[in-house]
């Protein structure tokens, strides 16, 4: 699930950064300001034991100054089961959705939430969602894989 938030009428980000680098971005975090934007990437990665949920969620930034305009793009970025983990992707992501929301509503800028289809560069394993592209070498003699990111086989989709 990828989710994308438009901001308009935002004059300036130090809040909205300040809440996803403490809330919401615990692993990785890379912002360049040019001239009259500002761009981040920013990771968080939930970790845990076999059994349960481990994910990441990218988070990319994109504020425009002089529109006075930004645009987030939330999305899943990878990630397996776990024994102890802190609970599912989509939760997490609606949860950031919902501050950020809440966020512009305090400070009275305009919004826009979106739901977005982002098409995978390669074939999607059904059970970690990841994506990969694989070369004939590596299709078993029944059109399976073996996914790149879990290991569990799957059916490669032509």
Not at 85 to 101: P, Q, R, Y
Not at 118 to 129: E, L, M, T, V, Y
């Amino acid at each position: 699930m990828t989710i994308r938030i438009q901001l308009s009428e935002i004059e300036e980000i130090d809040s909205l950064m300040e809440l996803i680098k403490s809330d919401y971005a615990n692993d990785y975090r890379r912002i360049w300001s040019l001239n009259e934007k500002t761009i981040a990437l920013l990771m968080h990665e939930t970790m845990g034991f076999f059994g349960a949920s481990t994910f990441s969620i990218m988070t990319i930034l994109d504020y425009s100054i002089g529109e006075r305009s930004c645009e987030l793009l939330i999305r899943y970025a990878g990630g397996g089961l776990s024994l102890l983990g802190s609970g599912s992707s989509e939760d997490f992501v609606k949860e950031m959705t919902n501050a950020i929301v809440d966020l512009a509503k305090e400070k009275n800028w305009i919004y826009e939430v979106e739901k977005v289809k982002i098409r995978a560069a390669g074939s999607q394993c059904p059970n970690c969602k990841a994506a990969h592209k694989y070369p004939k070498e590596k299709v078993r003699a029944d059109g399976t894989v073996e996914c790149q990111n879990c290991g569990k086989p799957f059916i490669l989709q032509t």
